[in-house]
């Protein structure tokens, strides 16, 4: 059974930094994207950023949401289950409860929404306060 579990949240300032990381184990077939979502209350889940780990030339690509681009960045470890997001000059938008997700099957990574990822975890809650 496939298991994804974040780590990593908490309470940041405004301008601060902090780093989510995200373990997926018991797979049988390895993902081949890893991604990070976040919600708030009301709102639907949306993309934060998702990675390419699988194999081939396209290993390592990355899309980002805009609100996000040149502020965060999304890596995989030297373990190929593990992926990171680094968060930096963190504002009070980006509070809300994270989630990690992976999924097998290949697709255009720059058209993969939260419903194209088959095993997400339980989430890890951001606050940033001002």
């Known amino acids: 059974q496939v298991q994804v579990v974040e780590s990593g949240g908490g309470s940041v300032e405004a301008g601060g930094s902090l780093r989510l990381s995200c373990e997926v184990s018991?797979?049988?077939?390895?993902?081949?994207?890893m991604a990070w979502f976040r919600q708030t209350p009301g709102k639907e889940r949306e993309k934060v950023a998702i990675?390419?780990?699988?194999?081939?030339?396209?290993?390592?690509?990355?899309v980002y949401a805009d609100s996000v681009k040149a502020r965060f960045t999304i890596s995989q470890g030297s373990m190929q289950n593990m992926v990171y997001l680094q968060m930096n000059n963190v504002s009070h938008e980006d509070t809300g409860m994270y989630y990690c997700?992976?999924?097998?099957?290949?697709?255009?990574?720059?058209?993969?929404?939260?419903?194209?990822?088959?095993?997400w975890g339980q989430g890890t809650q951001v606050t940033v306060s001002s």
């Open positions: 018991g797979y049988i077939v390895s993902p081949n994207y």
């Open positions: 997700a992976a999924r097998q099957l290949r697709k255009d990574i720059r058209t993969l929404t939260a419903r194209d990822f088959q095993f």
């Open positions: 990675i390419y780990i699988g194999s081939g030339t396209e290993k390592g690509s990355t």
